[in-house]
């Protein structure tokens, strides 16, 4: 069982910058993808950047050229830098963690608030 923990959220002006950070613990050696997902208020939860456990990287249409995912193997976290922030970012933003086998687990969320 892997165990996350998410943090670096908060409220920024439109144009601005964070960085959200995934503390992972646990059985990480299982983990094959290390995903960002993301829920606004009414929406469903929608993907926005994953990592493999070789490096390659994907993210949502939405956010490409904006967003930056990646890892430090070292301390097992995964990162995601989040760039020209625009009020429609605004979400909680969660971490998940997909194994080869079994099912994924997910991080408590972070609020991110993209307003003047």
């Known amino acids: 069982q892997v165990q996350l923990v998410e943090s670096g959220g908060g409220l920024v002006q439109p144009g601005g910058s964070l960085r959200l950070s995934c503390a992972a613990s646990?059985?990480?050696?299982?983990?094959?993808?290390m995903r960002w997902y993301r829920q606004a208020p009414g929406k469903q939860r929608e993907l926005v950047a994953f990592i493999t456990r070789g490096g390659s990287t994907n993210y949502a249409d939405s956010v490409k050229g904006r967003f930056t995912i990646s890892r430090d193997n070292a301390i097992n976290t995964v990162y995601l830098q989040m760039n020209r922030l625009k009020p429609e970012d605004t979400a909680v933003y969660y971490c998940?963690?997909?194994?080869?086998?079994?099912?994924?687990?997910w991080g408590q969320g972070t609020q991110v608030t993209v307003s003047s």
């Open positions: 998940n963690a997909l194994p080869e086998i079994g099912a994924a687990t």
């Open positions: 646990g059985n990480i050696l299982n983990v094959n993808l």
